[in-house]
């Protein structure tokens, strides 16, 4: 089972909006409306931000919001705060396997 | 609140064993599936291994079949993995997991395990 294909790197400013993406098959990410990205800051554990492609669990601001076309699946974060600086990661089931992994991207607020 | 707290990291040298193990509490663990997962250093996320509720339901990723065993005891809320012939590359932190079977809700602290002579 091959990881899901994220961006190394993604970069925003205060108060702007950045779009993650991450690409999988139609075996994980297209066959499935179950992607969830997680939020890892530095020494942290992940937290789940998002999970069935485009849900928030409780606490999550409404800043972070989620989709899918395809085999493609984004995170889109508005209004950028500088506590949103993290690694982020998609992670879509697939099937038997059952999980699998983006690569991670980590998001820089300038 | 959901605590999962790991234990058992450390040092072992390749070919060694190591047990790890979490113990949950705030939630009902029996109704749970449960993982770990792991992350190298630097490196990005690795689904390890899986449990049902029930313990019936098992499965590994291709890089620890037959190497690892995960376990559950829901008498004592807590699940386990047994880790044999460990090669360098098993070092990473090891993360235990509440998980639905489309997502991993929560995640403990991990515990680090470093494979090294």
């Known amino acids: 089972q091959s990881a899901l294909t994220q961006p190394r790197s993604v970069s925003g400013s205060p108060g702007q909006s950045v779009t993650i993406s991450c690409t999988g098959t139609s075996s994980d990410v297209g066959g499935y409306n179950y992607v969830s990205w997680y939020q890892q800051h530095p020494g942290k554990a992940p937290k789940l931000m998002i999970y069935?492609?485009?849900k928030r669990p409780s606490g999550v601001p409404d800043r972070f919001s989620g989709s899918k076309s395809g085999n493609t699946a984004s995170l889109t974060i508005s209004g950028l705060q500088a506590e949103d600086e993290a690694d982020y990661y998609c992670c879509s089931y697939a099937g038997s396997y059952p999980w699998v992994f983006g690569g991670g991207t980590k998001l820089t607020v300038l | 609140q959901v605590q999962l707290v790991e234990s058992g990291g450390g040092l072992v040298k390749p070919g060694g064993s190591l047990r790890l193990s979490c113990a949950a509490s705030?939630?009902?663990?029996?109704?749970?599936?449960m993982s770990w997962i792991r992350q190298a250093p630097g490196k990005g996320l690795e689904w390890v291994s899986y449990?049902?509720?029930?313990?019936?339901?098992?499965y590994y990723a291709d890089s620890v079949k037959g190497r690892f065993t995960i376990s559950r005891d829901n008498a004592k809320n807590s699940l386990y993995l047994q880790m044999n012939s460990l090669r360098a590359e098993d070092t990473a932190v090891y993360y235990c997991?509440?998980?639905?079977?489309?997502?991993?809700?929560?995640w403990g602290q991990g515990t680090l395990v470093t494979v090294s002579s």
């Open positions: 997991a509440r998980a639905h079977i489309t997502m991993i809700e929560d």
């Open positions: 449990i049902s509720s029930s313990g019936s339901t098992i």
């Open positions: 705030g939630f009902t663990f029996s109704d749970y599936y």
């Open positions: 069935d492609v485009s």
